[in-house]
């Protein structure tokens, strides 16, 4: 029984983080084929974020603010403006927003990891340079991996390469799997080595 409740600290925040990224997460399986689709998929997704990210949008969560922005730009330009080149390059678009908010938050030394690992651990572990440290490195892995999905997306765009729609999504959904298996990992090696 001990060993199961080892896990629950590491259970409660993949769920943090997964919330952080089910907006995303849910406009990339409601996105369809379609206008209309893509359309409902921008409704329910900045409802997603604004309903469930209310309290990290008071926080000030760089993440939280960025997809809602992104999703409001989204609603205007394909839901109110019928912009057909945004929902063309979709995919493109919204791998770069996100991968562009990660680095920023690298860049202005905010990493947004950082802001959802202290609503863990005890306030004095919050400004610990091996702390702060680790949420930098998580942020990166994070930011290389949305920068992959960039690639991925123009690689797509060129005549090198010619796959089935399904392969690009399926590495999409691989990158958010592996960015999710590594934080929780990485997370629970630091607070077993904090607790040793």
Same mark, same amino acid.
């Given at each position: 029984?001990?060993?199961?409740?080892?896990?629950?600290?590491?259970?409660?925040?993949?769920?943090?983080?997964?919330?952080?990224?089910?907006?995303?997460?849910?406009?990339?399986?409601?996105?369809?084929?379609?206008?209309?689709?893509?359309?409902?998929?921008?409704?329910?997704?900045?409802?997603?974020?604004?309903?469930?990210?209310?309290?990290?949008?008071?926080?000030? *969560? /760089?993440?939280?603010?960025?997809? !809602?922005?992104?999703?409001?730009?989204? =609603? +205007?330009? #394909?839901?109110?403006?019928?912009?057909?080149?945004?929902?063309?390059?979709?995919?493109?678009?919204?791998?770069?927003?996100?991968?562009?908010?990660?680095?920023?938050?690298?860049?202005?030394?905010?990493?947004?990891?950082?802001?959802?690992?202290?609503?863990?651990?005890?306030?004095?572990?919050?400004?610990?340079?091996?702390?702060?440290?680790?949420?930098? *490195? /998580?942020?990166?892995?994070?930011? !290389?991996?949305?920068?992959?999905?960039? =690639? +991925?997306? #123009?690689?797509?765009?060129?005549?090198?390469?010619?796959?089935?729609?399904?392969?690009?999504?399926?590495?999409?959904?691989?990158?958010?799997?592996?960015?999710?298996?590594?934080?929780?990992?990485?997370?629970?090696?630091?607070?077993?080595?904090?607790?040793?």
């Amino acid at each position: 029984m001990k060993h199961i409740n080892s896990f629950i600290p590491d259970l409660k925040d993949l769920g943090l983080l997964m919330l952080g990224f089910l907006p995303w997460m849910l406009f990339l399986f409601f996105s369809g084929h379609t206008m209309l689709s893509l359309k409902i998929a921008i409704v329910i997704s900045l409802v997603a974020s604004i309903t469930l990210g209310f309290g990290d949008l008071k926080r000030g *969560f /760089i993440l939280q603010w960025g997809t !809602c922005i992104f999703f409001i730009v989204c =609603l +205007v330009l #394909v839901d109110l403006l019928n912009s057909r080149w945004m929902a063309m390059e979709m995919d493109l678009v919204s791998n770069l927003a996100l991968a562009s908010i990660m680095w920023f938050t690298i860049l202005i030394g905010k990493p947004f990891a950082l802001q959802y690992a202290r609503r863990g651990p005890p306030k004095e572990y919050w400004n610990d340079e091996k702390f702060i440290r680790g949420c930098r *490195f /998580i942020t990166m892995v994070w930011a !290389c991996l949305m920068t992959f999905a960039v =690639l +991925v997306s #123009v690689l797509k765009r060129t005549t090198w390469v010619h796959l089935p729609n399904w392969v690009y999504f399926d590495i999409t959904i691989s990158n958010i799997v592996v960015g999710l298996t590594f934080t929780t990992i990485f997370k629970r090696k630091k607070r077993l080595q904090r607790q040793r």
